[in-house]
């Protein structure tokens, strides 16, 4: 299996595909081994994917210490280097749209274009949804929270009318973090990351990122919702921002969001 050395970390990365160069970055308890992933997507028939588990995350390493969005993005810049991947565009979603951001702003030679999905500048222009403030409370009561801010067509008026498929919701993110309540020490990355993210603040910052932004956002996205969006957009001079049918997931719940993603990095002449 490939693994970097990174400062003090040891970092899980894989590489597929062929065509340009993209720089993915995964977002909240990302962890390659989960599927689908990123390589499964209209992306991996396009280009040349990094992606790599985050500190703590994985099977990257994870450090017994505080976490912070600098370290995210350094350990970032520090594999591309260890690689001698090429600047290239750089795709964050949620939380990797806020490594994304801190990446471009602290080692913009690595960053030709940006795509932030789904994420927040935190600051003036709006936090995302606290996922920390939510983590000690017992599991259905937590995938419920995180449920309904994910979507805000979640309602309990729709949860009431469609029991059956909102337990299926539910029973499929337990299943999801499964992995995660087995093993403690995945449990206290996730825990580290989780306290990163409720610290970020790019908002009065992002003005010096002058790489060409495609900004997407979904209409029923309650954890990076609609004004969030519109702040980024504000504040990066070079932003493009478009919305989409669905939460936070929208991108795989509305086909335009990866067809118009595909269409703006094509159309680049950095490539």
Not at 77 to 93: E, H, N, R
Not at 223 to 237: F, G, K, S, T
């Amino acid at each position: 299996m490939p693994f970097a050395e990174v400062g003090e970390l040891s970092m899980y990365y894989e590489v597929r595909g062929e065509g340009p160069p993209l720089l993915y970055i995964g977002g909240t308890g990302g962890d390659l081994r989960k599927q689908p992933n990123v390589f499964d997507s209209p992306l991996g028939d396009v280009f040349r994917i990094l992606a790599f588990d985050q500190r703590g995350l994985g099977q990257t390493s994870r450090p017994e210490s505080d976490y912070t969005m600098q370290d995210y993005a350094d350990d970032c810049a520090g594999l591309v280097d260890g690689l001698d991947w090429p600047p290239s565009p750089v795709l964050g979603v949620s939380f990797g749209g806020m490594v994304a951001q801190e990446l471009a702003l602290r080692h913009p030679d690595k960053v030709t274009r940006l795509v932030l999905p789904c994420t927040s500048s935190g600051g003036a222009g709006g936090a995302s949804y606290p996922l920390h403030e939510i983590r000690d409370l017992p599991e259905r009561e937590r995938i419920i929270r995180h449920l309904t801010a994910a979507d805000t067509r979640c309602s309990p008026h729709w949860q009431r009318e469609h029991p059956e498929e909102f337990d299926a919701l539910i029973e499929r993110a337990r299943q999801g973090s499964q992995g995660t309540r087995d093993d403690p020490e995945a449990e206290a990355g996730q825990v580290r990351q989780l306290l990163a993210r409720a610290g970020h603040d790019t908002y009065e910052r992002l003005i010096a990122i002058h790489q060409p932004t495609l900004i997407q956002g979904g209409i029923y996205d309650g954890v990076a919702p609609i004004e969030n969006a519109r702040a980024l957009e504000r504040q990066i001079p070079d932003a493009t921002l478009e919305f989409y049918e669905g939460g936070h997931g929208f991108l795989g719940q509305d086909p335009k969001a990866y067809v118009d993603m595909i269409e703006w990095l094509g159309s680049a002449d950095d490539q």
